[in-house]
Nanobody
Framework: QVQLVESGGGLVQSGGSLRLSCATS????????MRWYRQTPGKDREVVAGISDEGNREIYEASVKGRFTISRDNTKSMIFLQMDNLKPEDTGVYYC????????WGQGTQVVVSS
């Protein structure tokens, strides 16, 4: 069965950096576009970044472009999100997911950016 396990979150000051990881299993990882989502209280999950199956195409939500970098390692079935110059509005729970979506969602990893 599909399993997604996010890690790497934490508390960081504004301007700091974090690197999130997502370990996956239970599906043909290298055949899937993958996305990172962010959820904040009272809002739906939003896509912040995506990467193609071969890792040669990336997309970013406008507010994170130039600060976040998504990457993947198909040999380890993992994706990553390098987050630099973090801002308080980046605070939230971050999830990875396949595209198209394959349930279930992982537990997410909490990121808190203090001002």
């Amino acid at each position: 069965q599909v399993q997604l396990v996010e890690s790497g979150g934490g508390l960081v000051q504004s301007g700091g950096s974090l690197r999130l990881s997502c370990a996956t299993s239970g599906f043909h990882f290298s055949g899937y576009f993958m996305r990172w989502y962010r959820q904040t209280p009272g809002k739906d999950r939003e896509v912040v970044a995506g990467i193609s199956d071969e890792g040669n195409r990336e997309i970013y939500e406008a507010s994170v472009k130039g600060r976040f970098t998504i990457s993947r390692d198909n040999t380890k079935s993992m994706i990553f999100l390098q987050m630099d110059n973090l801002k308080p509005e980046d605070t939230g729970v971050y999830y990875c997911m396949t595209a198209p979506l394959r349930d279930p969602w992982g537990q997410g990893t909490q990121v808190v950016v203090s001002s």
